[in-house]
């Protein structure tokens, strides 16, 4: 399965400042995703990267809170801009690999 | 909507037995995946085991089987002869489309020793 290498692994933030949150995969992918998984929650796809074009928004996920950027096709970014304690969660990537999905360890952002 | 239902949040089994985690979903399509993910402390998500909604025979890998009734929505995970590191979150969910995922809640197990 592919590996994916996700940093940072945490991270904690002033509220109003940003984090980027970087996935290595060891191959090349055409799409990868980013989750976010709230405390007791289950997972939620916040977007989908598609490398050359703009990043696929779910609903409740807008560009300017959650910029995306994808410059190869084994590369992505995920920033959590201008930060409140609301957005403390884990960040996940992920990729699809044999008939499954492959998931980045995560980084836990806490902000204060 | 589409959702998915664990209707346990934690669960406990003693090592060596079996175990069965339940999972309900609903949705108004005809083809879509299924899966069973583990989410050990890590945080890594590990797939578990995957069954494809076209297919009426359940999926089994090594110890873990499911029970999978489409007509009752219902996508069950046995763990059989449990194992310590078995201990971990598991999420059910099931992906519609090329990509798109809706995950349960989770159930946390813990296997005893």
């Known amino acids: 399965s592919a590996v994916i290498s996700q940093k940072p692994s945490r991270d904690i933030c002033q509220r109003g400042t940003s984090l980027t949150i970087q996935c290595q995969v060891d191959?090349?992918?055409?799409?990868m995703f980013w989750y976010r998984q709230q405390p007791g929650q289950s997972l939620t796809l916040i977007a989908t990267?598609?490398?050359?074009?703009?990043?696929?928004?779910e609903s409740g996920f807008v560009i300017d809170k959650f910029p995306i950027s994808r410059p190869n096709l084994t590369f992505s970014t995920l920033t959590v801009s201008n930060m409140s304690p609301e957005d403390s969660s884990i960040y996940l990537c992920?990729?699809?690999?044999?008939?499954?999905?492959?998931f980045g360890s995560g980084t836990r952002l806490t902000v204060v | 909507a589409q959702t998915v239902t664990q209707s346990q949040p934690e669960m406990s089994v003693q090592e060596a037995e079996t175990v069965t985690l339940s999972c309900t979903y609903d949705?108004?399509?005809?083809?879509?995946?299924l899966f069973w993910y583990k989410q050990p402390p890590s945080r890594q998500m590990i797939l578990v085991i995957r069954?494809?909604?076209?297919?009426?025979q359940n999926a089994t890998e090594n110890r873990f089987s499911v029970n999978f009734q489409k007509a009752a929505k219902s996508f069950s995970l046995k763990i059989s002869d449990s194992q310590l590191g078995d201990t971990a979150m598991y999420f059910c969910?099931?992906?519609?489309?090329?990509?798109?995922?809706?995950f349960g809640t989770g159930t946390r197990l813990k296997v005893l020793a």
């Open positions: 990267a598609n490398q050359g074009s703009e990043a696929t928004y």
């Open positions: 069954q494809e909604a076209y297919k009426q």
């Open positions: 992920s990729v699809e690999r044999e008939g499954g999905y492959t």
């Open positions: 969910a099931f992906m519609i489309g090329t990509y798109k995922y809706i």
């Open positions: 191959s090349q992918v055409t799409m």
């Open positions: 949705t108004s399509e005809n083809n879509y995946y």
